[in-house]
């Protein structure tokens, strides 16, 4: 889903989140950190490569498309030393079980977004806004404004190294937010909590705090 919906387009439900940590997907560890030294990690995603270079800069990333089941094929037949997948689309399809691990939340923050579904409508369509309403799971939708803030405040997309999880601790929301240099060179980190009721407004003072403190070169935009 686009940062930001096209006009005349908004965001009418969110459904309850699933898990929103990455899976580790190789057939040559159980561990992330027991892949062998120089492994091949395939990966589309930005964030993900500069996660990995982050914790192993020993690695050598190569670009890993294709839909879900291609990537599974190419990182559990050796084409690729490893690879990493969202654990929620993994549950949904019924593949939980080919995740050799599960990373924890400290190391890879996911995307913004990432374990949630959203339902979009037409925003003049009053009918099916209301028809929509008592699906939507409020926590995450608090969650979710937040993280999509958090992103648009730093006009970023699939395209970049970013990172943003919210989350709900003792009733108030916590945002954590991280930017990477493509190479996991640096990693830029804020983190804000407030009411839920103020989401967005925390999505984008976390991203003003870090954008204001980023090199200018971290969020170059990629082709």
Do not use: H, Y
Request: charge should be positive; charged fraction near 25%.
């Amino acid at each position: 889903m686009p940062s930001l919906p096209p006009a005349g387009v908004t965001i009418a439900a969110i459904l309850a989140r699933e898990d929103v940590r990455d899976a580790l997907i190789t057939a040559f560890a159980g561990t992330f950190e027991g892949l062998p030294r120089g492994a091949t990690f395939g990966a589309a995603s930005i964030r993900r490569q500069a996660q990995a270079l982050r914790l192993r800069p020993d690695l050598k990333p190569v670009l890993l498309r294709g839909n879900v089941e291609t990537r599974l094929r190419k990182a559990e037949g050796g084409a690729v030393g490893a690879t990493l997948l969202a654990l929620a689309g993994l549950r949904r399809l019924g593949l939980a079980d080919r995740a050799r691990a599960v990373l924890d939340l400290d190391r890879f923050l996911p995307a913004p977004g990432q374990g949630a579904i959203a339902i979009t409508a037409r925003s003049a369509d009053a009918r099916a806004l209301r028809a929509l309403q008592p699906i939507s799971d409020a926590e995450t939708a608090a969650a979710l404004a937040a993280e999509r803030a958090f992103l648009a405040e730093l006009e970023g997309s699939c395209r970049t190294p970013i990172a943003g999880l919210a989350r709900f601790e003792a009733g108030r929301l916590r945002l954590r937010g991280e930017v990477l240099r493509a190479d996991g060179s640096e990693c830029f980190g804020t983190s804000v909590e407030g009411a839920p009721a103020d989401a967005e407004r925390l999505g984008r003072a976390a991203g003003r705090d870090l954008a204001a403190r980023l090199p200018e070169d971290v969020l170059a935009r990629r082709d």
